[in-house]
């Protein structure tokens, strides 16, 4: 009986400073990496749809809702990626991604496309002007220092990307 509870008291000790630092707060890199990690996949699905959208002529509304619908794909492809690969199934992988970006992309891509749609003719500029991509890396940067701490916030909270980490 005294042996089990040494065994689990010893046990637990290992782990004690992980949780210490867990509950301290959550570290803005921790929260910079989230943010960056679900701005890759954001960025992916926003230039592959500001790219079809000119490229296919479609109207500013239309390019923007391709671009959104491709950010989330690759957000949460590149979340479902990680977890994936800690053995998760699918179906909860998917539910992890969910979690856990879901309020990350929104808030990215409201933020990224309100400035995108801001920029007096960033969106009528087309993939070969100067004025489109830096539009794009001004409206990308914006999102990750607005999202980071949104993401820090919910993975103190346990939420959004704490939920990933549980699985790395």
Known sequence: MNHSAHAYHGHHHGHHQGHEQRHSGVSWRMAAQATLHCLTGCAIGEV?????GTAAGLHNTATVVVSVALAFVFGYALTMRGVLRAGLPLRDA?????????????????????VMVGVPGAMDAGLADALFWASLVLSLALAFLLTT????????????????????
């Open 94 to 114: 998917l539910k992890v991604a969910l979690a856990a970006d879901t309020v990350s992309i929104a808030v990215m891509e409201l933020i990224d496309n309100t």
């Open 149 to 168: 701490p949104v993401n820090r916030w919910m993975i103190g909270r346990g939420k959004g990307h704490a939920v990933v980490h549980a699985y790395h």
């Open 48 to 52: 592959l749809g500001m790219v079809v």
